[in-house]
């Protein structure tokens, strides 16, 4: 079973960009379609972008398209989220998670799940 450990959160000012990264362990990480998902304090764990085991299909929410992208490096067993562009709403803590879903883009259908790494963005 992979195991997944998220990193990169952290306090920037609105405007600025950070760049996060989830690490996979095994040999078994392209076999996976990953998403990133996050969840703001007082609601409900919000899709944010994913990506298809071969990493040539993406999909994002649309509060964040445009200025977030998703990428992978199956090498290195790898996926990152680059977010630019950071407003105080993207405030959340951010969960990688993998599955074997096609598409999906529902929390339901992911797991496992990294422990989330925790991203504020001040006004």
């Known amino acids: 079973q992979v195991q997944l450990v998220e990193s990169g959160g952290g306090l920037v000012q609105a405007g600025g960009s950070l760049r996060l990264s989830c690490a996979a362990s095994g040999r078994t990480f392209s076999s996976y379609a990953m998403g990133w998902f996050r969840q703001a304090p007082g609601k409900e764990r919000e899709f944010v972008a994913a990506i298809t085991s071969s990493g040539r299909t993406t999909y994002y929410a649309d509060s964040v398209k445009a200025r977030f992208t998703i990428s992978r490096d199956n090498a290195k067993s790898t996926m990152y989220l680059q977010m630019n562009s950071l407003k105080p709403e993207d405030t959340a803590v951010y969960y990688c998670?993998?599955?074997?879903?096609?598409?999906?883009?529902?929390?339901?259908?992911?797991?496992?799940w990294g422990q989330g790494t925790q991203v504020t963005v001040s006004s």
């Open positions: 998670a993998a599955t074997l879903n096609y598409g999906s883009r529902r929390a339901s259908d992911f797991g496992p």
